[in-house]
């Protein structure tokens, strides 16, 4: 049994006015982000992040710093990610922080990190922002990682300043945030020098981490300041040219939490602890759905395509971290498809490269994402009161199975939005993955959408359901279906959907997710890294780790 601390109770958002280890600074086309943890801050305040080192409540905080660039500051092109101590950048991931915590939390945790980092690049990709990391000091581990997913590197050149990666030599386990990934897919180290970097503990600094590609320069402590600036500059001045909107405040959500019910405005969560079952509801727009990307900036955060994202993005995240034991959640959707339908329209229609409909957009493109790497089964239900049109209809593409009700009213309405708008990490449209033997199928079911809403059985024939039932079979059919995935070894489903909803291309989110993350999960078990003679469960103490010797 894992005796070690249960996952605290965090709560996923927050605002720079409650920062406790970033400070969010704007100055034009340039931001700072600078990161000074307070070291009994964190979400268990008997942890002390000591130099640097983070925990969950310190990337939620970036999470949400990187959130509001795009849609608070778009003007910004630009963005230093820095220290507030003089020698330390980030030590990383806090260990005992780690060395603590449940198998979930830990596995749980690094995903998290990973599609932080990665929001970083898409940020870098698709909304015009550059980040560089001005390295002040040691960064070791996950403080690296960070480092790697800015665009550019620069490390202070003193003569004990060092980048590493340690977790290999130190604490028996693997960097936890894609940094074996983006070493050699990313910044193309070679791959004897990046096996010798991530087994030297004591790092690489000055000219060597340059030379091996580790970093893009070093800069002597005396010109460091100056040095970012200008290479600040200089990558605001290379930002793609996109468009920029005033940008917009993002409110808090306040969704009402009971026992067993999270309400949102839009979404709701129901959890029954005794089948570990889970039903998601997400709810179209009740009000005028915009037309142009004007009247959707006059509408705000407060509009359903931004509201209904964030809130469903909250309730994915609290159903990994608050309830663990919830093995399957079936996707539910209500209001009018018409709405909804228009909604995909809009995001994808012709106003589409406004800076308001591109950031809605990409916003539910990582939702969506994040569901992928949600290690829970989904079945997407539909029936009279469906309503899977428009974006919608994504999330219920995103399903592992479909259950669909034979019956007059029942409808799905694919978009332009199916056609690759909310791309999944290989990079293909959900339709494309779906349909990876027969791309025409795919196209078969945007024409079939173009026409107008999807009735049941001709959903059936383009081949969305996995199941199809009239209504005297149709709730037994998916009791059966839900009783017998819930009887099934979590640890097996994990790794089957993980291996089915990353079909097709490999890209580096693949890599990460359905490789580097599988390997994490399962070093995570071993006695070598979390055993009472493990490495990781060891550090800090005069003891030597003791291994089993075995490779296997």
């Known amino acids: 049994m894992d005796k070690s601390a249960a996952a605290p109770q965090v709560v996923f958002e927050t605002h720079p006015s409650r920062y406790r280890h970033w400070s969010l600074a704007v100055e034009g086309e340039i931001a700072r982000l600078t990161m000074k943890v307070e070291p009994f801050g964190g979400a268990n305040d008997e942890v002390e992040l000591k130099s640097n080192s983070y925990d969950l409540s310190v990337d939620i905080e970036l999470a949400d710093a990187v959130q509001r660039l795009r849609f608070t500051h778009p003007q910004v092109k630009a963005v230093v990610v820095t220290s507030g101590h003089d020698k330390i950048f980030c030590a990383g991931a806090n260990i005992y922080m780690l060395a603590g915590s449940t198998h979930p939390f830990k596995v749980n945790f690094c995903k998290y990190t990973n599609e932080t980092r990665l929001s970083i690049e898409e940020a870098s990709a698709q909304s015009g922002i550059k980040f560089l990391a001005a390295c002040n000091g040691a960064t070791a581990g996950g403080g690296y990682e960070l480092a790697l997913a800015c665009d550019e590197i620069v490390l202070v050149d003193d003569g004990s300043s060092t980048i590493s990666l340690p977790e290999v030599p130190l604490l028996g386990v693997l960097p936890g945030t894609g940094g074996l990934t983006r070493v050699v897919d990313k910044r193309k180290v070679r791959r004897d020098l990046a096996d010798a ?289 819930a009887s099934l070894s979590p640890d097996a489903l994990t790794g089957m959907e993980a291996s089915y909803r990353f079909a097709g291309p490999e890209t580096l989110a693949t890599k990460i997710f359905g490789r580097l993350s599988a390997w994490q999960n399962w070093i995570f078990i071993r006695p070598n890294a979390t055993g009472e003679t493990g490495a990781l469960t060891l550090y800090g103490k005069p003891e030597r780790p003791k291994f089993d010797w075995r490779r296997t």
């Open 197 to 485: 970097f991530s087994t030297l503990a004591e790092g690489v600094k000055g000219r060597r981490a340059v030379e091996w590609g580790l970093v893009d320069a070093v800069v002597p402590r005396s010109k460091f300041a100056d040095t970012i600036l200008q290479r600040a500059k200089a990558l605001a001045a290379r930002a793609p040219q996109v468009a920029r909107g005033p940008g917009i405040e993002l409110d808090a959500l306040d969704p009402r939490v009971e026992a067993g019910r999270i309400e949102y405005r839009h979404v709701t969560l129901e959890l029954d602890a005794k089948t570990r079952v889970a039903t998601l509801t997400v709810r179209a727009p009740s009000g005028e759905v915009p037309k142009t990307a004007e009247q959707a900036l006059a509408k705000g955060a407060d509009g359903w395509g931004i509201r209904a994202a964030r809130e469903l993005d909250d309730a994915l995240l609290r159903l990994r971290f608050h309830h663990e034991t919830v093995g399957l959640v079936l996707l539910r959707s209500e209001g009018d498809r018409a709405k909804a339908h228009a909604v995909g329209e809009l995001l994808a229609g012709p106003d589409k490269d406004a800076w308001i409909l591109r950031e809605t957009r990409l916003l539910w493109q990582r939702v969506l994402r994040r569901l992928d790497t949600t290690a829970r089964s989904f079945f997407a239900v539909v029936d009279e009161k469906s309503c899977f049109a428009g974006p919608l209809f994504e999330l219920f593409a995103a399903a592992d199975r479909s259950y669909v009700l034979d019956a007059d009213g029942v409808e799905v309405w694919p978009g332009p939005l199916s056609e690759g708008s909310l791309p999944g990490w290989n990079g293909l449209s959900r339709l494309e993955t779906r349909f990876l033997a027969a791309p025409e199928k795919a196209k078969a079911v945007v024409a079939a959408g173009r026409e107008g809403p999807i009735d049941a059985a001709r959903a059936h024939e383009l081949g969305l359901a996995t199941a199809f039932a009239d209504d005297i079979d149709f709730e037994e059919e998916l009791r059966v279906a839900v009783e017998e995935r």
